[in-house]
């Protein structure tokens, strides 16, 4: 199967202007996890949808959203970009096993904002 | 909510050594403790995982132990090369309102110095 994919791979943009990152998951699977990675923050968790539905949501402010199509991909969007948004912005894909949920991360996306 | 602890933040050994880092987590209700190695450029990968069911579990170099009692579990790479230094990262997970939450730990700077 192929992994997960995101696209795209580097993206600069400057203070105020917005932004949308797309995520392909595994073939199979239903739950899509974004996370936001820095060197000093480590990886924190930003949102998870499953079928559609957002169901989980970490601790950043509203101009962070994201959504979910029919076929499981996903997108996550920054609008009002700041300084600090820049960082690698990782997918991670999971079947939904109630027992264990293995998560499967894409290589993610490098975000400059300038 | 969950905190994940991770020591030590860096980590080097000789070609041949082993390595081991620690990780302690704060949510007695947590059952999956997957690892993770991320290499420069790329996602995270999982390495080895392990249920709270499992006290250890080993896959060729790489075991890892859990201490329910204690909170605490640990990743163990025996006869290290090149190719094993990353950024390792522990994660801690458990279910909640029907699906899973998961908690990383800050990650572990591995070189291994031929």
């Known amino acids: 199967k192929a992994g997960v994919t995101q696209t795209p791979r580097y993206l600069i943009k400057t203070r105020g202007q917005q932004v949308t990152l797309s995520c392909s998951p595994i073939?199979?699977?239903?739950?899509v996890s974004w996370y936001q990675q820095t060197p000093g923050q480590g990886l924190q968790f930003l949102f998870e949808?499953?079928?559609?539905?957002?169901?989980n949501k970490g601790n950043f402010p509203g101009r962070f959203s994201g959504r979910q199509f029919s076929n499981s991909r996903s997108e996550m969007n920054v609008s009002t970009l700041e300084l600090g948004d820049s960082a690698l912005y990782l997918c991670?894909?999971?079947?939904?096993?109630?027992?264990?949920?293995?998560?499967?991360f894409g290589p993610g996306t490098r975000l400059t904002v300038l | 909510g969950e905190n994940v602890e991770q020591h030590p933040s860096t980590l080097s050994v000789q070609e041949g050594d082993s390595a081991v880092i620690k990780c302690t987590y704060s949510?007695?209700?947590?059952?999956?403790f997957p690892w993770y190695k991320q290499e420069l450029g790329k996602g995270p990968q999982l390495i080895i995982d392990?249920?709270?069911?499992?006290g250890e579990k080993k896959d060729q170099r790489i075991a890892v132990t859990l201490n329910k009692t204690a909170k605490h579990f640990s990743l163990h790479i025996t006869e290290t090369q090149p190719e094993d230094s990353a950024v390792y990262f522990c994660?801690?997970?458990?279910?909640?309102?029907?699906?899973?939450?998961?908690?990383f730990g800050i990650g572990t700077k591995l070189q291994v110095i031929p």
């Open positions: 949510d007695s209700a947590s059952n999956y």
């Open positions: 994660a801690a997970s458990k279910g909640s309102g029907g699906y899973q939450k998961v908690t």
């Open positions: 073939s199979g699977h239903r739950s």
């Open positions: 392990i249920r709270s069911n499992v």
């Open positions: 949808y499953f079928s559609e539905t957002q169901r």
């Open positions: 991670a894909s999971s079947v939904r096993d109630r027992i264990t949920d293995t998560q499967y």
